[in-house]
């Protein structure tokens, strides 16, 4: 079945430590977002992407990191520099404007 | 500043009535508007989708409506029934980019 798989389900991060987190898709988008979500709250964009090889910041991208080598990856990485980094992390894909997002079922991420 | 925003945080509904969800946008030169249903642990779930130059959409038990005058949108679902339990988002696509703009959500509850 074509969609969106985030891995893992759940993280933990030591102090000081980056973490990474997996975004892949195979429905043949070519724009993905990374966004994080607080306790009751809406969905923030952190990164996105509209084509390979290039990604642009989105409101809150301080303390994260992403590359898009290959079209179905969007990897996330969060750094030590994010010193709140506990969230509910979601990663969508599009096929172009005016479409809407499809999105997979998050990663929890929380400090030990 | 420039915002999409809900009316109501929770929304309680008997099972079978009707419910609708309203959410307030301030952009104006948004053009794109799409309703997400998402449940606890999950990803977002797209709904339904609008464009400016339509006021009315219909989908399965879904009815969204846009008025562009008062920048107001609603998404309302017909014969509620426990499975529809979830926060509903609306989200606003601005005319540059694809990068959209979310609500905080409304919490609805389905009574038995």
């Known amino acids: 079945d074509g969609g969106i798989t985030q891995s893992p389900k759940y993280l933990f991060r030591k102090e000081g430590q980056n973490v990474t987190l997996s975004c892949e898709q195979n429905?043949?988008?070519?724009?993905m977002y990374w966004y994080r979500q607080d306790p009751g709250q809406g969905l923030r964009l952190i990164y996105y992407s509209q084509i390979v090889n290039d990604f642009q910041k989105g409101d809150i991208a301080e303390g994260y990191s992403v590359s898009r080598e290959k079209k179905e990856s969007f990897p996330l990485t969060v750094t030590s520099a994010q010193k709140n980094p506990t969230a509910f992390y979601l990663c969508a894909s599009s096929h172009d404007r005016d479409q809407p997002q499809h999105f997979g079922d998050g990663t929890r991420l929380s400090i030990l | 500043g420039e915002s999409v925003g809900l009316h109501l945080p929770t929304l309680s509904v008997q099972e079978g009535d009707n419910s609708i969800i309203n959410c307030a946008y301030s952009n104006s030169a948004s053009d794109y508007f799409i309703w997400y249903k998402q449940e606890s642990g999950k990803g977002p779930q797209f709904i339904i989708d609008?464009?400016?130059?339509?006021d009315k959409r219909q989908g399965q038990r879904v009815t969204v409506l846009l008025n562009k005058t008062v920048k107001h949108l609603s998404l309302q679902i017909a014969a509620t029934q426990p499975g529809d339990s979830a926060v509903y988002f609306c989200?606003?696509?601005?005319?540059?980019?694809?990068?959209?703009?979310f609500g905080g959500g409304t919490r609805v509850l389905v009574k038995p």
């Open positions: 989200a606003e696509n601005r005319a540059a980019g694809n990068k959209l703009t």
């Open positions: 429905l043949n988008h070519d724009a």
């Open positions: 609008i464009r400016s130059n339509m």
